[in-house]
């Protein structure tokens, strides 16, 4: 039986967004429907700092806030510069162009299609979630996290 493959795209927008602009385009992206699974990419915002003199003291950084996605509450871990999607078919994509572009009215984005998340498991998702982990997860593992990946139920 042959696996099937899902068309993917990448947003780069032209600069890091704040969080009020990455709720925007994430509500946006979740309005349509066929999205199967995003992640987001961007300098990591740790909640403490990781070293230095002052190693564990609080790190109160003004871009990690917590954000509301649909009905379900985040706290943002990355200043998000890029988002990669993984759609159920190409015919969305221009639906999910058209959704976008009003959030993106004072600086630019690139939208681009291609391949740009693993499909198959790696030895990260193997040591992280076993021989038996979720096709849903794959690649969405972050070695070095010690929390799972956020899942945000969208509408079908």
């Given at each position: ?135 849903e997860i ?6 070095n996290s010690k ?10």
């Amino acid at each position: 039986m042959t696996e099937a493959t899902f068309p993917q795209c990448r947003i780069d927008s032209e600069r890091f967004m704040n969080p009020e602009t990455t709720e925007r385009l994430l509500n946006q992206i979740i309005s349509v429907p066929g999205v199967r699974r995003m992640v987001l990419n961007g300098p990591r915002l740790p909640a403490t700092v990781p070293y230095g003199p002052s190693k564990g003291i609080a790190n109160p950084h003004p871009m990690r806030k917590t954000i509301r996605v649909g009905d379900q509450e985040m706290e943002l871990q990355v200043h998000v510069g890029t988002v990669l999607l993984e759609l159920e078919n190409r015919d969305i994509i221009p639906a999910l162009k058209a959704a976008i572009e009003p959030v993106f009215k004072d600086f630019s984005f690139h939208m681009k299609e291609g391949r740009f998340m693993k499909t198959e498991p790696s030895l990260v998702d193997y040591c992280k979630y076993g021989p038996d982990a979720d096709k849903e997860i794959l690649g969405l593992a972050d070695p070095n996290s010690k929390s799972r990946p956020v899942i945000i139920q969208g509408t079908k």
